[in-house]
């Protein structure tokens, strides 16, 4: 076997879409993927843990990590930073693993443009409708976030080209199941394979 | 539900990497598709059976078919003619189910030419030492067939560029697992679903 590079695979979607729910699921299905852990400037809601589902950080070091060049993608939102350390991304795809990020599409734009090879996937929960109540039930943003989140929803689907893929959540198991099979469906890819092949004609 | 076309598959490789053995496993996992039954000149090998295998029909018959026009693809291979009838693959697709054809690189090359929306995928069987073994156990060809089909095999794997995906068969279930991944990740593709989602934002 060869150190082949891993693919690096974004998956974004507006807030609330379940990216986290179905990216937690697929990661039960596949061992050879590393999932990129986020930095945020936001505090951490009940149950998450930081260098787990965040790596939780004060304001004033992220910025440093933006100065220093430290962060494949970064974007301000709803008050608060959000970011990808790259060296662990880096060290990964390196050694044969796929990464996935889970990532806001600002920070999606930025890592498509620095990595065209990139494989983008779009998460979105079916309608408007399902989006603003799953964002209700979650309860933990005040009203004028709801608001802000919901603007900001319609503005990502209006950019919806930039993705490779469109995943729709209304089944947690079949969005993950799709996940898996884009994943899957982008490593028999001929350009992926041609090298081993080609050895053999 | 919109009566939205379904999409068109061409599975090829060489004879031998096992496509029929990959397509018959598929297909028993997707109850959406439809197989596409080939016409060939040459006759039933043991087992196969007219209307099921292939439609084995005479020779005359088959130009009259070329002629008419009624083929998708033809192309004659170790002395016998294979093609594809169009009219029941253009029905199915219309009808919304994604056809799966099994086709010689000939005929794959007719085909993609004629529908640059088909997904080409190349089966191999992961060297071609393993490929001259199992034509050789299939014992159906004399030896000056056999030795054809290997010429055959490097000059179609000169042309893989062709192909969207390579999958491997060194193991049935996995090639058909991965033939599946591909098929659902192609219907997640964004311009597949955009129209959707269009209609949501």
Not at 101 to 108: K, M, P, Q, R, V
Not at 160 to 187: F, G, L, P, Q, S
């Amino acid at each position: 076997m060869d150190k082949k590079p891993g693919k690096l695979f974004v998956i974004s979607g507006p807030s609330g879409a379940g990216k986290s729910t179905v990216i937690a699921r697929l990661l039960r299905s596949l061992n050879t993927v590393y999932f990129s852990i986020s930095a945020t400037t936001r505090p951490p809601r009940r149950g998450e843990r930081d260098g787990i589902d965040y790596h939780f950080i004060e304001r004033r070091e992220f910025e440093k990590m933006i100065e220093r060049g430290e962060l494949l993608e970064h974007a301000e939102y709803v008050g608060n930073y959000y970011g990808t350390p790259a060296k662990p991304v880096e060290e990964k795809l390196a050694a044969g693993y796929d990464v996935i990020l889970d990532i806001e599409s600002d920070g999606a734009r930025q890592v498509m443009k620095k990595r065209p090879d990139a494989i983008g996937i779009f998460l979105f929960p079916g309608s408007f409708k399902v989006l603003e109540e799953r964002l209700r039930l979650r309860s933990t943003d005040e009203e004028d976030k709801i608001i802000k989140r919901m603007e900001k929803a319609r503005q990502e689907c209006q950019r919806i080209d930039m993705y490779d893929y469109i995943v729709i959540n209304d089944r947690v198991e079949t969005a993950a199941e799709e996940v898996i099979a884009i994943m899957r469906a982008e490593k028999c890819k001929t350009a992926e394979r041609v090298h081993y092949l080609k050895g053999e004609c």
